[in-house]
């Protein structure tokens, strides 16, 4: 018999899978498919998690109470969350700051361009590069083995129950397993067959960027439903943001992201708007934009803005095309530049400007135009003007594996003993759809805990042969 839990995956929830068992005694084996230098799945291109709280907390301002966040979250997954499950994890984030300073990961206060969200989200220092790291540094000192280059290919599992894991011709055994791999979202061709076709006779996720790892192929999710694990999710909700669309297919990461759709307008390639840009805080909105863009023609979309944004909003790494006119601005980009004016002049006569606060659901709105803009609505009038063309980027996929708050994996509704699964192999149990900033985090600290105790008890009390 080999090791007490063996953990397959490399980022945040299995090392906090891994670190909670070795704590709790067990001898643990972790699997990452990726090179050493390429560890930490998405948990490394991360920057925070967000913290319930009732009471500044080192560096998180004011409170964030526990209904706050539960009434956040309800909001932009229009109610697909098991709502016992969110809960576990809105709690699980109180608390599970100190013990991620045990491991080594500081904290520090966000950087002026994130004050949207200082209340709510603590920001890691040196980012969840400096995370992942602190925490392969705390489990190799844990005695943790680690294995670089292992991608699982598929189990072997008898009657629910974990029996082995297969790394090209090796088997693995050990008595209990954590499941920390990651969504499907590197995986391009499962996002094809999950998006289809459009009624243009698009393939939209062709036009898809990857924000994060390569490794994440879903290999073993796809594995564990053919298994009959209970699913839970749809293959098409995922985290998606409109980026730069000159990213790169893989591990563009957070420099990617433009920023300043609250600020202006967003046209697609018709040079139509098509969505409130000014709906709610960028930080609870951004997700949504990746998505609206795969529903326009050819996937892409440009954020249009003024002189007057500038400085409001974090700059993109990259340059965006800027104009002393619209119409110029129209022609650089290629879209037809009378409809172009049509849809920022309509846009324009129907701002109702009132007292302009992008800190704050303003009063500027329009009136009399669709798609409305209902906050941060100003007249884009002031040159220079600046265009940033986007794309859909992927950041996780959520369709995964029900779970239940001991983060057992279930077949046919029983919960296996000794199989257990965390990050985004379950999220999609809290998010059915839509995101909140930093959310990600908080599930897969809290599922990648309880995962890793579990799989320690049920290995070190003979539940688990
Ligand atoms: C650019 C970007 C920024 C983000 N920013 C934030 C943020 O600030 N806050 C937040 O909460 N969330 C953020 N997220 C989302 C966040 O990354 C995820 O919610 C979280 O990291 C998921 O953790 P995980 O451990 O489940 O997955 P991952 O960190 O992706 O880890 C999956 C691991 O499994 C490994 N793996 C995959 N297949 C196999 C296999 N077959 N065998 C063995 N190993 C395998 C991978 O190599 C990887 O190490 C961001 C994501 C991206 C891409």
């Not at 007490?4 to 068992?21: F, K, P, S, Y």
């Not at 576990?88 to 002026?112: E, Y």
């Not at 018709?270 to 863009?293: C, M, N, Q, S, T």
């Not at 500038?310 to 879209?335: C, H, S, W, Y």
């Amino acid at each position: 018999m080999g090791t007490d839990v063996l953990v397959i995956g490399g980022g945040n929830a299995a090392l906090c899978a891994a670190l909670m068992a070795a704590e709790a005694g067990a001898s643990v084996t972790l699997l990452e498919a990726a090179p050493r230098e390429w560890r930490g799945g998405n948990s490394g291109h991360t920057r925070n998690l967000r913290c319930m709280h009732d009471a500044p907390q080192d560096v998180l301002v004011d409170a964030y109470p526990e209904e706050e966040f539960w009434q956040d979250l309800l909001k932009v997954t229009g109610g697909i969350t098991n709502e016992k499950l969110a809960r576990l994890t809105i709690r699980a984030s109180s608390t599970c700051r100190d013990w991620m300073r045990q491991h080594g990961v500081h904290f520090q206060p966000p950087l002026s361009g994130a004050l949207h969200v200082a209340r709510t989200n603590a920001f890691f220092m040196g980012g969840g590069k400096a995370l992942v790291n602190a925490y392969y540094r705390s489990a190799e000192k844990l005695g943790v083995q680690i294995r670089y280059n292992a991608p699982v290919e598929r189990l072997e599992i008898e009657n629910g129950r974990f029996v082995a894991a297969w790394v090209g011709q090796e088997r693995i055994t050990a008595k209990t397993c954590v499941l920390a791999a990651g969504g499907f979202e590197s995986n391009r061709e499962w996002l094809r067959e999950a998006w289809g076709q459009n009624e243009r006779g698009e393939w939209p996720a062709d036009n898809f960027l990857i924000r994060g790892t390569r490794f994440n192929q879903g290999v073993l999710l796809k594995h564990m439903l053919a298994q009959g694990a209970d699913p839970i999710g749809d293959a098409t909700q995922a985290h998606m943001v409109a980026i730069d669309a000159r990213a790169p297919l893989y591990d563009g990461g957070i420099c990617t992201r433009i920023d300043c759709v609250s600020l202006g307008v967003v046209v697609n390639t018709e040079a139509r708007r098509f969505y409130d840009e000014g709906e709610d805080f960028w930080p609870k909105r951004y997700a949504i934009w990746g998505r609206l863009v795969a529903q326009q023609p050819g996937q892409t979309a440009y954020s249009i803005i003024d002189s007057k944004a500038i400085g409001r909003f974090m700059p993109p790494v990259f340059d965006g095309v800027n104009a002393n006119t619209l119409p110029e601005l129209a022609q650089k980009i290629g879209l037809d530049v009378n409809t172009f004016m049509q849809t920022l002049n309509d846009y324009n006569a129907a701002c109702r400007i009132g007292t302009f606060d992008h800190t704050m659901l303003d009063d500027c709105h329009t009136e009399g135009v669709t798609p409305a803009k209902t906050h941060w609505a100003r007249t884009i009038d002031t040159g220079p003007f600046y265009a940033y063309a986007v794309r859909p980027g992927v950041t996780f996929t959520y369709l995964g594996l029900e779970t239940d708050e001991t983060a057992a994996v279930r077949f046919g509704g029983v919960p296996s003993e000794n199989l257990f699964v965390a990050g985004e192999m379950m999220a999609g149990n809290v998010l059915g759809k839509g995101y909140t900033a930093g959310v990600g985090m908080s599930i897969g600290t809290a599922f990648g805990r309880i995962a890793g105790t579990q799989a320690a008890q049920a290995a070190l009390s003979g539940v688990a042969p």
